[in-house]
């Protein structure tokens, strides 16, 4: 029983090693002007929010409870960004605007509209 459990505890653990190995824009820092040799912007556009329950479930739970709606939803881009050695993309949602983030960028990471990652002091944390 012991062995089983050891088994199936590295099983998970290569599985979930292999999923955050794929996410090729970990630990970029969005704001950095140098690393932006890491990762290239597609495209950005403003995100408008219908209310704040929409706000909420597009920015996920964590940025939700940190952030209030008020000062931030006038303050978030949509932007589709790829690593440069990689054609992978992914969307992200990310505050843009000092009144809401007090200057570095917060937010998520999605991957085929699923959250992937978040943005906190403007650093990519895949999940």
Not at 22 to 38: F, K, L, R, S, T
Not at 100 to 126: A, P, Q, T
């Amino acid at each position: 029983m012991k062995n089983s459990i050891k088994i199936l505890s590295l099983v998970l653990m290569l599985t979930s090693m292999k999923a955050f190995a794929n996410c090729d824009v970990n630990g970029i820092d969005m704001a950095d002007g140098e690393n932006q040799d890491a990762f290239v912007v597609l495209s950005e556009k403003p995100a408008h929010f219908i209310n704040k329950a929409q706000w909420a479930k597009d920015v996920g739970s964590d940025m939700a409870k940190s952030f209030e709606y008020s000062s931030c939803k006038d303050a978030m881009e949509w932007r589709v960004i790829r690593a440069k050695n990689s054609t992978q993309t992914y969307v992200a949602l990310v505050s843009v605007q000092d009144e809401c983030d007090g200057g570095n960028s917060y937010g998520v990471i999605y991957y085929k509209n699923k959250i992937v990652g978040s943005v906190s002091d403007s650093y990519i944390d895949c999940k």
